[in-house]
Structure formats: structure tokens, C-alpha cells
T-cell receptor, first 113, second 112 residues
Framework: GAGVSQSPSNKVTEKGKDVELRCDPISGHTALYWYRQRLGQGLEFLIYFQGNSAPDKSGLPSDRFSAERTGESVSTLTIQRTQQEDSAVYLC???????????FGPGTRLLVL | GDSVTQMEGPVTLSEEAFLTINCTYTATGYPSLFWYVQYPGEGLQLLLKATKADDKGSNKGFEATYRKETTSFHLEKGSVQVSDSAVYFCALFGGWGNKLVFGAGTILRVKS
């Protein structure tokens, strides 16, 4: 079946602009996660959704970052007033339920100039 | 909090050499353990996993055994190929957590 998809695959933006990153999880997966991978570093957790609610937002680095999930499906990660340090690959993962194996999308590579 | 430590790379091997990438963890409760692989230009893929002590995960000739007594999950392969060149990430999902906790990743380069 179809895997996790993300769009856009690449995004170049100017400092101060807002960006929206989209994630389509595997159908039927109730849990959805966002991670960030900065160049040469490991993956950092951002936020976890169970259904449409986000019981764990502890990884969001600032109030410029927000995310929502609708219809227990698509999720959008929004970064307002982007900064150069936001440049990274943003990865989405989904799993059948919390604690089950997570399957990752290809990521969105964000470059803030 | 939970953490994962894996050996620093890059690791450079000749084809058919034996591979070990060390991974140790700190966690409360009984985590599940994973190895993910990221091939050049591709996304993160699950390589193998183990969910309880003494379990052995295996896939594509790679193996790792969940060792609770040494809090380790070392990745091994008996004979590497050039196509195994990638970045390997060890990770855990804690019993009480809501996220995968990743190690920093180990670059593997296999020369023909």
C-alpha cells in the first residue's frame, strides 16, 4: 500500500516568511509524529498526534511552530516568521497506534535564506 | 530522560568485511529498540527491531540482539556490500514516552 507522503519535497523561503509543510500518513494509522533533522545531527522529536489531538507537543522549539491534524489523516506543520536556524529536513512518521513501528515519509527539505 | 548513544563514524570497511555498530541506551521502563537506515538521497527506513529483552531482530543479513543487562542493541552484519553504504540510526521508544529517541547516526562507507 501507499506509504507516508510529504509535500513539498523542497522549500526555499526568505527569513520572516511563513511556511506550511504537509504530511499524509498511511491510511488507518492513528498516530502521527513530526521530527526535525538538522544537517549533521540526529532526529529531534517535535510533536505527536493521536487521532486529531496532540497529547505531546514538548518538542516544538518555539511558539512560531504549530501543527494540526484533521480527519485523523492529513497533518500540517506551520512555521511562522521563519529563521535561518529553522533550515532542516522535516520528517513525518505514522504508526498504527502509539508504540507501534513508525514509518517515515521522504521529508521536506526546508532552506531559509 | 531516555537517551541513545551510538558509535561515531564514519566507519569505512572493505566489501565482505564484518560490521559492528555499537548502540547503548538509557531508558526507564522497557523500551522497544530499533535500527533505521537512511540510504543516500532516500528517506528513513526501518531496518530491524526488537521489543523485549533477548529478542533478536534481523533483516537483509543484519542482526541486533536486545541486551537488557548491558543496555545495548549492537548492529552486526557478517559480510557488508557496497550497497550497504548509508547512515544507520539506533532508536528507542520508551514504555512511557510518546516518541522515538534517536542516536546521532553512524555513517557507513563500504569500498569495493
Amino acid at each position: 500500500g501507499a506509504g507516508v507522503s510529504q509535500s513539498p519535497s523542497n522549500k526555499v523561503t526568505e527569513k520572516g516568511k511563513d511556511v506550511e509543510l504537509r504530511c499524509d500518513p498511511i491510511s488507518g494509522h492513528t498516530a502521527l509524529y513530526w521530527y526535525r533533522q538538522r544537517l549533521g545531527q540526529g532526529l529531534e522529536f517535535l510533536i505527536y498526534f493521536q487521532g486529531n489531538s496532540a497529547p505531546d507537543k514538548s518538542g516544538l522549539p518555539s511558539d512560531r511552530f504549530s501543527a494540526e491534524r484533521t480527519g485523523e489523516s492529513v497533518s500540517t506543520l506551520t512555521i511562522q516568521r521563519t529563521q535561518q536556524e529553522d533550515s532542516a529536513v522535516y520528517l513525518c512518521a505514522s504508526s498504527f497506534d502509539r508504540g507501534e513501528t513508525q514509518y517515515f515519509g521522504p521529508g521536506t527539505r526546508l532552506l531559509v535564506l | 530522560g531516555d537517551s541513545v548513544t551510538q558509535m561515531e563514524g564514519p566507519v569505512t570497511l572493505s566489501e565482505e568485511a564484518f560490521l559492528t555498530i555499537n548502540c547503548t541506551y538509557t531508558a526507564t521502563g522497557y523500551p522497544s529498540l530499533f535500527w533505521y537506515v537512511q540510504y543516500p538521497g532516500e528517506g528513513l527506513q526501518l531496518l530491524l527491531k526488537a521489543t523485549k529483552a533477548d529478542d533478536k531482530g534481523s533483516n537483509k543479513g543484519f542482526e541486533a540482539t536486545y541486551r537488557k543487562e548491558t543496555t545495548s542493541f549492537h548492529l552486526e552484519k557478517g559480510s557488508v556490500q557496497v550497497s550497504d553504504s548509508a547512515v544507520y540510526f539506533c532508536a528507542l521508544f520508551g514504555g512511557w514516552g510518546n516518541k522515538l529517541v534517536f542516536g546521532a547516526g553512524t555513517i557507513l562507507r563500504v569500498k569495493s
